[in-house]
Structures are given as structure tokens and as C-alpha cells.
T-cell receptor, first 111, second 110 residues
Framework: KAGVTQTPRYLIKTRGQQVTLSCSPI?????VSWYQQTPGQGLQFLFE???????NKGNFPGRFSGRQFSNSRSEMNVSTLELGDSALYLC??????????FGSGTQLSVL | KQEVTQIPAALSVPEGENLVLNCSFT??????LQWFRQDPGKGLTSLLL?????REQTSGRLNASLDKSSGRSTLYIAASQPGDSATYLC?????????FGDGTTLTVKP
């Protein structure tokens, strides 16, 4: 059974640009959640989608958005990138409120 | 607001020792608690999941306990090995949202 797949693995952008990250969950998992991990702030919850609906949102500015498609794949978008957005972005999938399984993450560097 | 604390922040032990990692949380109305390990620059690997109605879970050399009333969980690692060196994180889940501790970085010396 394939695990959670995140693409791309690494990304380098400049300030002001926008970026889209992709997450393919484990087959059968309808819940996808996103997290930002930085050395200073640890793992911070961004948002969670279940059956194409955003169920929860963390305390991040509106520049961070996401969506989920009918096949449960999810994308996260960050617009007007800032230096402080440099982080490891992690996606996790689960059955509803079940065990979380994480992908390898996308390492985003903003220059 | 849920807050999760992990103590100690770092731990260094010789190979073969048994050790305990601690996780505490402020809101006991959780759905489940999960322990993970993370290697540098990688994603999180699930170790154990404890549902709110359970007291403990075991997998191989790992044993995790949960005391909801006191807001505490412990992860016990028996006979530690150098390959156990990693950062260990706990997360509590409620209403579809998971809150993570900052982790304990474990180093097991040969």
C-alpha cells in the first residue's frame, strides 16, 4: 500500500512569488491535514480537509490556502511569499480522526 | 487552547538503557494521542496511537501509556539502540485538529 506522497521534495522561490504544494493521501483516506515545521516554532497546524471540505484551520494568514479534490488529493497554496515562510511543509492523511500518516514533506526555501 | 509539553527537550543515553519520554497536555478532552519519531529533514513516522478510552499500547520495544485525567502520556523505550536516535514527538487530537509538542531529541551512544 503506497504511503503519503508529497511533491515536490524541494522548492526554492523568491519573495513575492507564490507556490503550490501537492499531497496524495493513502488510498481510502479522506482526511488530509497540513503542517508547517520550523526550528523556532515547531510543528504548526495549517488546516484539515475531509471529503473536499475544510474542517479546521490554524492561525495562519489568508496567504495560506488549500483545497481537496474528489479523489482526496490535496494542494496547499502560499501567495506573496515571505522569508519567514521558509519551512518544511508536511502533509498527513488518515481515516476520519484516525491515526495520522505523514509524507516526507516539501522543503521550501524563500530567498 | 491546547498546549503540549515534552520533557526533556534532549536526552543522551548509552546503548542498552531503558528510558522514558514524557508528554503533558492541558486539555484532557482529547480524541486520541499519537507518538511519532522524526529523523532530520524527514517526515514523521507513526509509532503508537492510543485512543482516549485506552490506557496503553505496545509495539515491540515501545510502550506508551495515557492518563487523560492528569493530562500525561509516557513513551517507554526498552533496551535502547543507536538506531533509536531521533526526535520523538507526541500529538493530541481533538475535533479534527492535532497539536504537537516540540519533541525530545534522543541520542543513543554505542
Amino acid at each position: 500500500k503506497a504511503g503519503v506522497t508529497q511533491t515536490p521534495r524541494y522548492l526554492i522561490k523568491t519573495r513575492g512569488q507564490q507556490v503550490t504544494l501537492s499531497c496524495s493521501p493513502i488510498s481510502g483516506h479522506r482526511s488530509v491535514s497540513w503542517y508547517q515545521q520550523t526550528p523556532g516554532q515547531g510543528l504548526q497546524f495549517l488546516f484539515e480537509y475531509f471529503s473536499e471540505t475544510q474542517r479546521n484551520k490554524g492561525n495562519f494568514p489568508g496567504r495560506f490556502s488549500g483545497r481537496q479534490f474528489s479523489n482526496s488529493r490535496s494542494e496547499m497554496n502560499v501567495s506573496t511569499l515571505e522569508l519567514g515562510d521558509s519551512a518544511l511543509y508536511l502533509c498527513a492523511s488518515s481515516v476520519q480522526d484516525g491515526e495520522l500518516f505523514f509524507g516526507s514533506g516539501t522543503q521550501l526555501s524563500v530567498l | 487552547k491546547q498546549e503540549v509539553t515534552q520533557i526533556p527537550a534532549a536526552l543522551s543515553v548509552p546503548e542498552g538503557e531503558n528510558l522514558v519520554l514524557n508528554c503533558s497536555f492541558t486539555d484532557s478532552a482529547i480524541y486520541n494521542l499519537q507518538w511519532f519519531r522524526q529523523d532530520p529533514g524527514k517526515g514523521l513516522t507513526s509509532l503508537l496511537l492510543i485512543q482516549s478510552s485506552q490506557r496503553e499500547q505496545t509495539s515491540g520495544r515501545l510502550n506508551a501509556s495515557l492518563d487523560k485525567s492528569s493530562g500525561r502520556s509516557t513513551l517507554y523505550i526498552a533496551a535502547s539502540q543507536p538506531g533509536d536516535s531521533a526526535t520523538y514527538l507526541c500529538a493530541v487530537r481533538k475535533a479534527g485538529k492535532s497539536t504537537f509538542g516540540d519533541g525530545t531529541t534522543l541520542t543513543v551512544k554505542p
